[in-house]
């Protein structure tokens, strides 16, 4: 099965507090449907000070859902839903509406 969002994609928050922010993905979790985008879903965490660094409080992104996140398509600046594409025996992510490859 092709992956939906992969890192460094550019996704549109669809549900949530942060519906209709945009930012790039930072980290995913396959196993556990998460994933997390940059700038979207901050928290709070308090860091305790170590040796040569700055204790404080810091505000830090936080995993989400995967189904709360769609791919944003640069060629149509549409949020879509993403088809498999066979271009010479390859699989590619397309663009359901605009059938461009990402």
């Known amino acids: 099965m092709m992956a939906r969002v992969k890192k460094n994609d550019q996704v549109v928050v669809v549900t949530g507090k942060y519906s209709g922010k945009r930012g790039a993905v930072i980290g995913i979790l396959p196993a556990e449907d998460k994933v997390m985008v940059h700038g979207v879903g901050l928290c709070v965490k308090h860091v305790k000070r170590k040796q040569g660094v700055a204790g404080g409080i810091r505000r830090e992104e936080s995993y989400m859902a995967l189904s709360n996140v769609m791919p944003w398509?640069?060629?149509?600046?549409?949020?879509?839903?993403?088809?498999?594409?066979?271009?010479?025996?390859?699989?590619?992510?397309?663009?359901?509406?605009?059938?461009?490859?990402f």
């Open 73 to 101: 398509c640069s060629s149509c600046n549409k949020p879509c839903r993403v088809k498999a594409k066979l271009v010479d025996g390859k699989k590619f992510r397309a663009c359901h509406r605009c059938q461009t490859t």
